[in-house]
């Protein structure tokens, strides 16, 4: 697996089979990891980051959940416990929403049963709202709620590099469904108009390939909710 380098801090390891693309941002001594995929493939993307030693000198790591989908944290028990064997202490971190399905392992949500496994609920250290700020060495994060494909649906936006990991809200060429459990259109809608807002350079989505022509892409999609 070769991962895809975003100078300075960030590497994207894309999700193999139905797994989210999975993200990790380094910062001093500081790591955030953005989804986690099903958890089936956990041990082929740590052996990654072992490989390039981007987890070299880590002590703390923060694993965000972009939303309650199992595809994008059915590997957070099996990623927590493989850092915390390395000595690396581990809190979890998501909008207070997603964090709710998640602590109650709320399966039908969660789609577990989709996958044919369960979700392991993991206390949720950082139950984030629309606004606030994610803390990692010296970069901060702000989160921007986005409900529409979830209830829970966030991103995060990294303003020094104009990054946004969009989870499963915005996709290249396409958003996220909003016919599962949850999800609402017409807030889809909002929450677009809301990222419209932004300065974004890359936007980083939870599956397929990075976005580069984020506003093009974002308007192209935008008019598929007013065509
Ligand atoms: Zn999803």
Do not use: Q
Not at 185 to 213: C, F, W
């Amino acid at each position: 697996m070769v991962p895809v380098e975003i100078p300075p801090n960030t590497v994207m390891l894309k999700g193999i089979g139905w797994d989210s693309n999975i993200y990790l941002v380094r910062s001093r001594n500081e790591a955030l990891i953005i989804d986690t995929g099903t958890g089936t493939y956990w041990n082929r993307y740590v052996e990654v980051w072992e490989r390039e030693g981007y987890l070299k000198g880590v002590t703390k790591a923060v694993i965000f959940n972009t939303h309650e989908h199992f595809d994008h944290v059915g590997g957070n028990s099996a990623v927590k416990m493989w850092l915390e064997r390395k000595d690396v202490k581990v809190l979890f971190a998501a909008h207070r929403k997603a964090a709710e399905f998640l602590e109650r392992g709320d399966d039908y949500v969660i789609l577990s049963f989709y996958y044919g496994r369960r979700y392991e609920p993991e206390k949720i250290a950082f139950k984030l709202r629309d606004g606030d700020t994610l803390k990692i060495g010296s970069l901060r994060f702000e989160l921007i709620h986005t409900p529409g494909h979830t209830a829970g649906s966030s991103c995060l936006y990294e303003p020094k590099e104009k990054l946004l990991f969009t989870g499963d809200t915005v996709f290249r060429g396409t958003v996220g469904r909003s016919d599962l459990p949850t999800g609402d259109t017409r807030k889809l809608a909002e929450s677009l108009r809301k990222l419209a807002e932004l300065d974004v350079y890359l936007g980083l989505p939870g599956h397929g390939g990075i976005i580069k022509n984020w506003e093009e892409n974002l308007r192209r999609i935008r008019g598929m909710f007013n065509p």
